[in-house]
């Protein structure tokens, strides 16, 4: 980059807008698809930590363990067994998301009031319909606060595949580093800031729409 050169050319941004719309989509797929996949194993899993306790601190450590391994040598070790392909890059964020939303199950199956669970099991509620008809629901808040994290890290950490050629709107960064040139690398960063902010949004909205009951208490209040 020289001295006096613009940070960012829109004209190149003009000239790829269809490209950048491709990326920005394999972006969020790359991002999205392990938090759903890291939720439906954390709900079932977090279920059976809180109703077995002793099996909680285990498979917490555990998953803090694979969460404090670097992003690109889960990448590399997982290379052997998927090469180079989107599920290299999935199945490690997948990994990464457990140990956020393990304990947010667990913590919102936690925030149940006991006498709600009572009541529940007085009306003839079973066990699978109570945990599904009244605990999930109303642990839905803590459970969703810890998508929100999950989804905001695993977006961000999609750009890191690029070193294994999966890497979203990734590319842009190594691609103006190699060229040294700062326009995709700005750009690819926005569109990678914004990726996460409307998909923290969108996770509001789904919480609110979720929990009308949170809403009616408001508005009453």
């Keep these: 980059m020289s001295d006096g050169e613009p940070l960012v050319r829109w004209q190149w941004v003009a000239d790829h807008t269809a490209e950048l719309a491709d990326y920005t989509a394999l972006h969020l797929r790359l991002g999205l698809l ?3 996949f890291g939720l439906l194993v954390s709900v079932p899993l977090g279920i059976l930590c809180h109703r077995r306790r002793r099996l909680y601190p285990p498979v ?4 803090n363990i694979l969460y404090s391994i670097p992003s690109l040598a889960l990448f590399m070790v997982f290379v052997r067994y998927t090469g180079l392909t989107e599920q290299t890059v999935m199945i490690p964020l997948t990994l ?3 140990s956020v939303l393990v304990p947010n199950v667990v913590d919102g199956l936690a925030s149940v009031p006991e006498p709600v669970r009572l009541a529940a099991t007085a009306m003839g509620f079973g066990t699978v319909r109570r945990v599904l008809q009244v605990e ?3 642990a839905v808040p803590v459970v969703i606060a810890g998508v929100r994290v999950a989804a905001v890290s695993s977006i961000s950490l ?3 595949g690029q ?5 979203g709107l990734g590319y842009y960064i190594t691609r103006g580093l190699q060229l040294d040139f ?3 690398i700005v750009t690819a960063i926005v569109l990678i800031m914004l990726l996460a902010l409307v998909t923290d949004a969108l996770l509001v909205l789904a919480q609110r729409l979720l929990t009308p009951w949170s809403r009616s208490r408001v508005t009453t209040a």
């Design 163 to 167: 070193l294994i050629g999966q890497g």
């Design 182 to 184: 700062p326009t995709p």
């Design 96 to 98: 990464y998301t457990l």
């Design 158 to 160: 999609v750009a890191v």
């Design 34 to 36: 392990p938090v759903l």
């Design 136 to 138: 999930l629901p109303i």
């Design 60 to 63: 917490l450590t555990v998953a």
